[in-house]
């Protein structure tokens, strides 16, 4: 059978044509805003801001990315026709504000590298405290939806009250490809500090301590197990059959522990991508004590465990080339002509405010003469610094004999070989970076399984 996967990420849109029995991706397509789509000026997928707290993109950049991205796989030749479902992710805590017409009632949203909502975060834990964590799987937490919605509320209330419907932006999608309001899901979901993991449910004291009425502008919640929806009639166009059914958009992470394979507990996924995040699937619901990790459902049934860093791909990107460095030469020669270790020479890559641990944007912080140093030294304490970040942040999710590692920079055998140094694991990549779009494939054949015959016939 083949399936279509879609991660709509921070930079761009990917579409993969999955074929499940063969377990591998048959056709795929891509779209980078900056390059693809100039015209919504948001060339890194954020639209640039002086305060480096706020980081809006336009949503209609999202539905344009993902319109493109068919509109290639369609022209590449892939076989749309034989497309027997749909799924997909989005980056996570993006939120989409819409109004009674389904038109944009808050023109910019606020994405998963916003900071601007520290006061709205000080009252949500003032007046919860270690609630928040308890129920919702987090400490309150700056790009997560209820400090966001807070903030938007107040600040400009009239268009609060214009909105009837706030999704997140895996939901929006979903709701453009079914043409229908649609369901967010528990991994997702988890991201907003407003669904209480243990019932499942939104949590309608929080929610009305966020914003007034903001209960009844949530969609449904989507639980493992529930039929899928419908493919709208317009997407005949991209080759697509109407109808075929069309699973929930969860988050990218829980996207991509699905298409590692690591849905099931056992082993650790760090996803290299605009942020580096570290996560597993969690037998048990268990919160970070020390406050920065998050507990997220698992698209499969029961939940996990993530921990994000900001300054992931971004940062490796600026640091490579203000060392005038190629590729080959960041990914690989910078590895071999420097120790592991790099003799106690470490550096830390703040070009956005950190949130693991928090950190203002200082730019570089490394403990040698960083202006005179050498490019395979400067790059070496870049990645083990952030490695080493991660490894000291995720204690609390466990120890792993295996770590799968996908996203763009899993290619980079320096970086792979810092990575099994320091978590001392085994590594693994996929034959497949695109885990995320994958993972949206496999959840397309799982949610195939809850499907009435009528709609599968369809
Ligand atoms: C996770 C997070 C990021 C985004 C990026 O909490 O904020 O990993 O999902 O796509």
Redesign the pocket.
């Known amino acids: 059978m083949k399936t279509l996967g879609i991660d709509s990420?921070?930079q761009g849109t990917k579409a993969v044509v999955y074929d499940t029995s063969a377990q591998r991706v048959v056709a795929s397509a891509a779209v980078n805003y900056g390059k693809d789509l100039p015209e919504f000026g948001a060339p890194d997928g954020f639209l640039p801001n002086d305060d480096a707290h706020i980081r809006r993109a336009p949503p209609a950049m999202w539905v344009k990315g993902m319109e493109l991205a068919l509109a290639r796989l369609r022209d590449s030749g892939a076989p749309m026709g034989e497309i027997a479902a749909v799924g997909g992710d989005?980056?996570?805590?993006a939120t989409v504000y819409l109004d009674s017409s389904g038109g944009y009632s808050r023109p910019e949203s606020p994405i998963?590298?916003d900071s601007s909502t520290s006061p709205e975060v000080t009252e949500l834990d003032s007046r919860f405290g270690d609630a928040l964590r308890e129920r919702t799987g987090s400490p309150a937490i700056e790009?997560f939806a209820a400090a966001q919605v807070m903030k938007f509320a107040r600040e400009d209330p009239a268009a609060y009250a214009r909105t009837s419907r706030i999704h997140l932006l895996s939901s929006y999608l979903t709701s453009v490809l079914t043409g229908a309001d649609a369901p967010i899901d528990t991994g997702d979901g988890a991201?907003m500090n407003l669904l209480n993991l243990k019932t499942l449910s939104w949590d309608a004291e929080i929610c009305e301590f966020a914003a007034p009425g903001l209960l009844g502008k949530l969609p449904r919640i989507h639980l493992p197990g529930d039929a899928p929806l419908r493919l709208a009639e317009r997407f005949a166009e991209y080759g697509l059959r109407p109808g075929i059914p069309v699973a929930p958009f969860t988050?990218?992470?829980p996207a991509s522990l699905v298409g590692c394979g690591a849905a099931k507990p056992g082993c650790a996924v760090i996803?290299l991508?605009?942020?580096d995040?570290f996560f597993a699937a969690m037998p048990e619901f268990r919160t970070d004590p020390a406050g920065y990790g998050?507990v997220f459902g698992n698209p499969m049934g029961g939940f996990m465990s993530?921990a994000?860093f900001?300054n992931g791909s971004l940062a490796r990107d600026r640091i490579r080339r203000e060392c005038g460095a190629g590729w080959n030469f960041f990914d690989v020669a910078a590895f071999e002509q420097t120790p592991p270790g790099n003799n106690g020479r470490r550096a830390f890559p703040y070009f956005e405010e950190e949130?693991t641990p928090k950190h203002p944007a200082t730019g570089i912080e490394a403990n040698f003469d960083w202006p005179s140093a050498p490019a395979e030294v400067k790059i070496r304490a870049i990645v083990e610094g952030q490695i080493s970040n991660m490894r000291e942040r995720t204690r609390w999710i466990g120890d792993f004999k295996t770590i799968f590692v996908t996203g763009g920079a899993s290619r980079s055998r320096g970086i792979l070989d810092t990575i099994r140094d320091i978590f001392a694991a085994e590594v693994r990549t996929l034959d497949v970076p695109d885990s995320a779009a994958v993972g949206g494939a496999m959840l397309a054949e799982v949610g195939m399984q809850n499907t009435p015959p009528s709609v599968m016939d369809a």
Do not use: P
């Not at 989005?90 to 805590?93: G, V, W």
């Open positions: 990420s921070t989005a980056q996570q805590h998963w590298m790009r991201g988050g990218d992470n996803s991508g605009t942020s995040t998050h993530l994000c900001k949130i």
